[in-house]
């Protein structure tokens, strides 16, 4: 069976300050892709980024940064210098032949 | 570029009435999806489709209904609307489950 885990339901930071968001996931696969994705306030949801399980390099696209290890199974994203506007909503998601979300963390950046 | 459109964007339904969620994709992929989210509980998959002519039941499948009416459009049916039926609804599609698109979402109140 194929899961999800997000932890932290909500976090507050304040302007500036680097936050980590936390993924832990669970499958026999060993074929499988990790996915984050960011609902901003207006409701859309918005790729943010794909790895697959062959791929354990970390990547870092601007003040985004993702770790993923899959000897603790986890995908954790980390935002660098926070900005009021990356208070959103950030789902985890893992695909095999479907896709499994966690239940996401409600991130608020207070200025 | 249109992606994956959804309508309508909001609705209100009285208990027991009846409704259809349209979605359409312009992406040629074969796996389309219907989810409904609601507060604390992430992103849940009611039905999916991995090709036209097929659909399968997701997580929370119990009153509804779907049709893959061809490759392009996937609907979604409430025959008999609940108020535990009120959630933001959300359709998505895919190809070989490498990276979900979404629509933009649908508001529905049951009341």
């Known amino acids: 069976a194929q899961k999800v885990t997000q932890a932290q339901t909500e976090i507050s930071v304040v302007e500036k300050e680097d936050v980590t968001l936390d993924c832990v996931y669970e499958?026999?696969?060993?074929?499988?892709?990790l996915f984050w994705y960011k609902q901003p306030p207006s409701g859309e949801l918005v790729f943010l980024i794909r790895r697959n399980s062959f791929d354990e390099q970390n990547e870092i696209s601007g003040r985004y940064s993702w770790n993923f290890q899959k000897s603790t199974s986890s995908f954790n994203f980390t935002i660098t210098a926070s900005q009021v506007v990356d208070s959103a909503v950030y789902f985890c998601?893992?695909?095999?032949?479907?896709?499994?979300f966690g239940t996401g963390t409600s991130l608020t950046v207070i200025p | 570029n249109a992606g994956v459109t959804q309508t309508p964007k909001f609705q209100v339904l009285k208990t027991g009435q009846s409704m259809t969620l349209q979605c359409a994709q312009d992406?040629?992929?074969?796996?389309m999806y219907w989810y409904r989210q609601d507060p604390g509980m992430g992103l849940r998959l009611i039905y999916y489709s991995a090709s036209e002519g097929t659909t399968d039941k997701g997580e929370v499948p119990n009153g509804y209904n779907v049709s893959r009416l061809n490759k392009r459009e996937f609907s979604l049916r409430l025959e008999s609307a609940a108020p535990s039926q009120t959630s933001v609804y959300f359709c998505?599609?895919?190809?070989?489950?490498?990276?979900?698109?979404f629509g933009s979402g649908t508001q529905l109140s049951v009341l």
């Open positions: 992406m040629n992929h074969n796996s």
């Open positions: 998505a599609s895919s190809d070989r489950a490498e990276k979900l698109f």
């Open positions: 998601a893992l695909s095999r032949n479907q896709f499994y």
């Open positions: 499958t026999r696969d060993t074929t499988y892709y």
